[in-house]
């Protein structure tokens, strides 16, 4: 083509349709299926940022399929206009962090998993990617919390536990425990009231 593109393949109506390669002069690869002119079909596209293999719509990703970012981190699943759209993964394969779950938009919304590494993680509900509604935290020094979430962080009545100590309590938004509550360390049950963190 005039304008150094490679393209070869099959043809109908002047167009390109069925089996293809296109080959842009920025180095943007793609080989699959085109239907009367646009990518339409499973095909691989490779660009400066990304290469994704799976299904096309309309000439963009869609339906299923796999990202792979130079950065090191995959995306997998549902896409809708190249986001993820219904059950998908962000994966990082440089410190194996991903998460996993419902997707709106590119971003987590619904029950999701945020898993840092075995031992760390939080595994709940999430509203437009933020950790919001029920859900659990746990970490690798034995730290859990399962309770109530808004804005990313416990808010709300929840459970927290460490090795043997559970203690049972209400949350406010600068994290501090509030109202009533219930201790169980070392076999001994503890009731107070929390006012500023204080017990």
Not at 1 to 22: R, S, Y
Not at 143 to 162: A, L, V
């Amino acid at each position: 083509m005039k304008d150094g593109t490679l393209l070869e393949g099959e043809f109908k109506n002047d167009k390109v349709h069925g089996m293809a390669l296109v080959r842009e002069p920025d180095g943007t690869q793609y080989i699959g299926r085109f239907s009367e002119g646009k990518r339409q079909g499973i095909g691989c596209l490779n660009n400066k940022t990304y290469q994704f293999i799976g299904r096309f719509e309309n000439g963009q990703p869609g339906a299923k399929g796999v990202f792979e970012y130079g950065t090191g981190h995959f995306h997998k699943g549902e896409f809708k206009n190249g986001k993820l759209q219904g059950f998908g993964v962000i994966e990082n394969k440089k410190d194996g962090s991903f998460l996993r779950g419902d997707f709106v938009d590119g971003v987590l919304d619904g029950y999701g998993q945020d898993i840092i590494s075995q031992d760390k993680y939080y595994e709940g509900n999430f509203v437009k990617g933020v950790k919001s509604g029920i859900g659990k935290i746990h970490d690798k020094a034995g730290f859990g919390y399962q309770g109530e979430f808004r804005d990313g962080k416990p808010h709300g009545f929840g459970i927290e536990s460490s090795t043997d100590k559970y203690v049972y309590a209400s949350t406010d938004e600068s994290g501090n425990k509030i109202g009533d509550a219930l201790i169980i360390e070392g076999g001994q049950n503890t009731v107070g009231t929390f006012v500023d963190g204080k017990l």
